[in-house]
């Protein structure tokens, strides 16, 4: 008797400790979950997009920066913090068979111009002052609030680059170029000026690492679509409108985010896998040695999706009908 009752008190306690034990890991859980909703520390999102490329055959530029413009709204960044810099108007072009769109896949699937497209900077107004202006914020006072980067230091900026470069520049209209190092000093005046709280650096050109190598601001993650002394390669060739729809290092990165949704968890570590050279031919690249947070933990969304502005409350809520509506209703 005093044996089955010592077995039952040890049984009990073994439960106690075992509920303990899972009541603890489901707190540890909830708050891994909390510290992760607030660990980037942003409170807004801002796209800056960049296409340096005038002329027909460069039509897979445009596509490119349209395919990332269309894929940053979806996911919830509105037009009001997007920067859109397009150097050439392909939907108007007179070779276009199909006028007022561009298309970035082939068979004409998906047009990516659309008819809520808002350009901030079109064909020569797309230049190095202008771009390192809008960075910078050095502006004149007249400029209209579209085609201001009007971020803080709480801010998360994704940058996209796509047109035709080199070892350590970037072509812009085929009459300028900008440098490495003039695009690590703008970061850094951005920094001194408290106008990101991180940035995301993308970039889709021949040699395109060599485009953030002279980078030294904090909390910058870059990506590149190839390695110095590397072409960056183009991708679905359409017979019917003459020439690539697209780049295939943006190509592949798009195709990774139509599967994302605003509430996914996939981090940037994902993204850095997206086009391994069996696919893009090139090698991309990619630094993460000046941002303060291990890739696993950021998430894409961070950078390619939106802050949703919420109110925690412990109080209970309750909706009251509008009388006046029912009563309307009532007499209809």
């Not at 010592?6 to 049984?11: G, N, P, Q, S, W």
């Not at 509105?78 to 072009?93: E, G, R, W």
């Not at 801010?155 to 695009?183: A, C, P, R, V």
């Amino acid at each position: 008797m005093v044996a089955s009752c010592f077995l039952r008190k040890c049984l009990t306690a073994l439960a106690g400790l075992l509920l303990l034990s899972f009541g603890s890991l489901a707190a540890s859980q909830i708050e891994d979950q909390t510290e992760q909703f607030f660990r980037s520390g942003h409170t807004n999102n801002w796209a800056v997009l960049v296409c340096t490329s005038r002329f027909w055959f460069n039509y897979r530029h445009v596509a490119n920066t349209l395919s990332v413009y269309r894929s940053v709204k979806r996911l919830g960044i509105p037009d009001s913090h997007i920067v859109l810099m397009l150097a050439d108007d392909m939907a108007c072009n007179p070779r276009n068979p199909k006028p007022a769109t561009v298309f970035s896949h082939k068979n004409m699937e998906l047009n990516v111009y659309g008819d809520d497209v808002e350009v901030d900077y079109r064909s020569y107004e797309v230049t190095v002052e202008n771009f390192l202006r809008v960075l910078t914020g050095r502006i004149p006072p007249s400029t209209p609030r579209s085609k201001r980067l009007l971020s803080d230091d709480r801010s998360n900026i994704l940058i996209y680059m796509t047109g035709h470069g080199g070892n350590g520049f970037l072509k812009f209209q085929d009459s300028e170029e900008i440098t490495n190092i003039e695009l690590a000093d703008a970061f850094e005046q951005m920094w001194q000026k408290r106008r990101y709280n991180e940035l995301l650096f993308i970039i889709d050109t021949c040699q395109g690492a060599s485009m953030y190598e002279r980078f030294y601001s904090p909390n910058i993650m870059a990506l590149a679509s190839s390695q110095v002394g590397e072409d960056s390669l183009s991708h679905q060739p359409d017979p019917a409108i003459g020439v690539h729809l697209m780049d295939r290092y943006t190509f592949y990165v798009l195709e990774f985010l139509e599967e994302i949704n605003p509430a996914s968890q996939t981090n940037m570590n994902d993204l850095f896998q997206v086009c391994p050279k069996s696919l893009c031919v090139s090698t991309p690249g990619h630094r993460t040695d000046l941002f303060q947070r291990d890739p696993k933990n950021v998430l894409i969304t961070d950078f390619f999706g939106s802050v949703r502005k919420v109110e925690i409350t412990t109080e209970t809520i309750r909706l009251q009908p509008d009388l006046g509506n029912m009563e309307s209703r009532n007499q209809s």
